[in-house]
T-cell receptor, first 114, second 113 residues
Framework: DGGITQSPKYLFRKEGQNVTLSCEQN?????MYWYRQDPGQGLRLIYY???????QKGDIAEGYSVSREKKESFPLTVTSAQKNPTAFYLC?????????????FGQGTRLTVV | AQKITQTQPGMFVQEKEAVTLDCTYD???????LFWYKQPSSGEMIFLIY??????QNATEGRYSLNFQKARKSANLVISASQLGDSAMYFCAMRGGDYKLSFGAGTTVTVRA
C-alpha cells in the first residue's frame, strides 16, 4: 500500500536532548513537508522540500533541522535549541509540479518533553 | 509571503443543516491552489476539496462545495446536510508557486443531533 509512514507514534524526550522524527513515503512524491500542531491550533510549517538535496525554511524553522538525501525520506531533528518542543508533528508529501494534487499526510508523531 | 485566515474558531450546526466555513487568503503568486482538510479527534488529516486559482467553476465533492471568490481572495467551504461524523476541525490551505503549503488556524465544527 502506498502512503506516508511516520515513526514513532509517541516520543518522549528529556530536556536538552536532540531527537529525530522519521518520515518515509512510497508515493514517489517530490515535495515533502513538516508541520507542528499545538493543541487546538492550526498547522505551522517548519520545513519543506521540493526535491532531493534541497529544502527551505518554513515559518517556524528555529530549533529544527532536516535533511533530504533520498526522495522517499525527510527526517526532522528537534534540537535542544527548540525551547518548547512538546507538540504533534505531521509530515506530508505531494506531487511536483502538479499544483492541483493534494498533499498526503502521515499519522503524526506526538512528542513530549519530560 | 502567503497567509491564510480563518476567523471562526468554532461553530455549532444542527444535523441535516448546511454550514459555511470562512477562509480568506493573501498571496502575490498568479497561480495557486486552495485546499480544505478535515481533522477528526484522531489527528489524521483528510483531504476534502481543491480549487485552482484559474478554475472558472466552483469545486464540488459530494456534500462539500467551495465558494471561490477570487477578487475577494476568499475560498469558503460549504458542508451541506451535516452529519454527526462531520464534527471535526477544518483547515483551509494554500499552495503557491514555490510549493510552500500553508494552513489557516482552523475552525472546529460541532454537529448537534
Amino acid at each position: 500500500d502506498g502512503g506516508i509512514t511516520q515513526s514513532p507514534k509517541y516520543l518522549f524526550r528529556k530536556e536538552g536532548q536532540n531527537v529525530t522524527l522519521s518520515c518515509e513515503q512510497n508515493l514517489n512524491h517530490d515535495a515533502m513537508y513538516w508541520y507542528r500542531q499545538d493543541p487546538g491550533q492550526g498547522l505551522r510549517l517548519i520545513y519543506y522540500s521540493q526535491i532531493v538535496n534541497d529544502f527551505q525554511k518554513g515559518d517556524i524553522a528555529e530549533g529544527y533541522s532536516v535533511s533530504r538525501e533520498k526522495k522517499e525520506s525527510f527526517p526532522l531533528t528537534v534540537t535542544s535549541a527548540q525551547k518548547n518542543p512538546t507538540a504533534f508533528y505531521l509530515c506530508a508529501s505531494s506531487l511536483v509540479p502538479d499544483m492541483n494534487t493534494e498533499a498526503f499526510f502521515g499519522q503524526g508523531t506526538r512528542l513530549t518533553v519530560v | 509571503a502567503q497567509k491564510i485566515t480563518q476567523t471562526q474558531p468554532g461553530m455549532f450546526v444542527q444535523e441535516k443543516e448546511a454550514v459555511t466555513l470562512d477562509c480568506t487568503y493573501d498571496t502575490s503568486d498568479p497561480s495557486y491552489g486552495l485546499f480544505w482538510y478535515k481533522q477528526p479527534s484522531s489527528g489524521e488529516m483528510i483531504f476534502l476539496i481543491y480549487q485552482g486559482s484559474y478554475d472558472q467553476q466552483n469545486a464540488t465533492e459530494g456534500r462539500y462545495s467551495l465558494n471561490f471568490q477570487k477578487a475577494r481572495k476568499s475560498a469558503n467551504l460549504v458542508i451541506s446536510a451535516s452529519q454527526l461524523g462531520d464534527s471535526a476541525m477544518y483547515f483551509c490551505a494554500m499552495r503557491g508557486g514555490d510549493y510552500k503549503l500553508s494552513f489557516g488556524a482552523g475552525t472546529t465544527v460541532t454537529v448537534r443531533a
